[in-house]
């Protein structure tokens, strides 16, 4: 059998957690870069999102960012935008939830953005709705049964 000549295994490849929960500052965007919303992920480090300017683009999370940084369907990301492909993005940035609620404070986000939700269509309609289900009984209604 051949010796091994590798530094570690599986566990030594996961790494240690770089603690990215703790507080970085807040990137704002540049030229050349756009703010978006995940639709779905596409596989192969590849998503679909909707740019705030409106289009919808593929993006490409980049190498530092993939297996490392997990990105969800719903979340608020920064993009590059690339001067030769109009309808494709590279990911730059995934903005954590209080990050993106700051975002819309400032102002850099429209308003009719929602944020901590995936995007599933049509769900709007249905949620107002689902307080139905609770109904409240009269103390003489409890008295006939």
Do not use: S
């Not at 940084?69 to 939830?97: C, E, F, N, T």
């Amino acid at each position: 059998m051949p010796k091994n000549k590798g530094k570690g295994g599986k566990n030594r490849k996961r790494g240690k957690n770089e603690a990215d929960d703790e507080k970085r500052e807040l990137v704002f965007k540049e030229d050349g870069q756009e703010y978006a919303q995940v639709l779905r992920m596409l596989g192969n480090g590849r998503c679909e999102a909707t740019c705030i300017d409106g289009t919808k683009r593929l993006c490409h999370i980049r190498g530092k960012m993939h297996k490392k940084v997990w990105i969800a369907a719903g979340d608020i990301i920064l993009v590059g935008l690339r001067d030769y492909q109009d309808d494709k993005a590279d990911v730059i940035l995934k903005y954590m939830p209080d990050e993106a609620r700051l975002l819309k404070a400032y102002g850099e986000l429209p308003e009719n953005t929602r944020l901590n939700e995936g995007i599933t269509g049509g769900l709007d309609e249905e949620d107002e709705g689902a307080g139905d289900d609770y109904i409240e009984f009269e103390d003489e209604d409890i008295d006939k049964i």
